[in-house]
């Protein structure tokens, strides 16, 4: 029984630690963050998904007329990711 007791012990360091390494991400973002219009940032994360959706909708599009529209709106969101980025 003794090495049950063993295994919690592990489990719960090591859960004290990856606690530790989550609130010195949350550090690093707040850092990072400083500064930032957060609605800016908002408005950038929601970008970068939809960039993410049009790059797999363009991978798996056969017709070409709707790989042409992809492009184009892949195009329009790197624009204005770079002109909220400035």
């Known amino acids: 029984m003794g090495d049950a007791g063993?295994?919690?012990v592990d489990a719960?360091?090591?859960?004290?630690?990856?606690?530790e390494e989550r609130?010195?991400?949350k550090k690093k973002a707040r850092q990072t963050a400083r500064g930032?219009?957060?609605e800016r940032v908002r408005q950038v994360e929601s970008l970068?998904?939809?960039?993410?959706?049009?790059?797999?909708?363009?991978e798996l599009a056969t017709h070409q007329a709707r790989k042409q529209q992809l492009?184009?709106?892949l195009a329009e969101i790197d624009k204005r990711?770079?002109?909220l980025s400035a």
């Open 6 to 8: 063993e295994g919690l």
């Open 12 to 19: 719960e360091s090591r859960l004290a630690e990856r606690m």
């Open 23 to 25: 609130e010195e991400e």
């Open 36 to 38: 930032a219009d957060p």
């Open 48 to 58: 970068k998904l939809a960039r993410v959706e049009m790059q797999r909708q363009l």
């Open 71 to 73: 492009t184009q709106a």
């Open 81 to 83: 990711i770079k002109q």
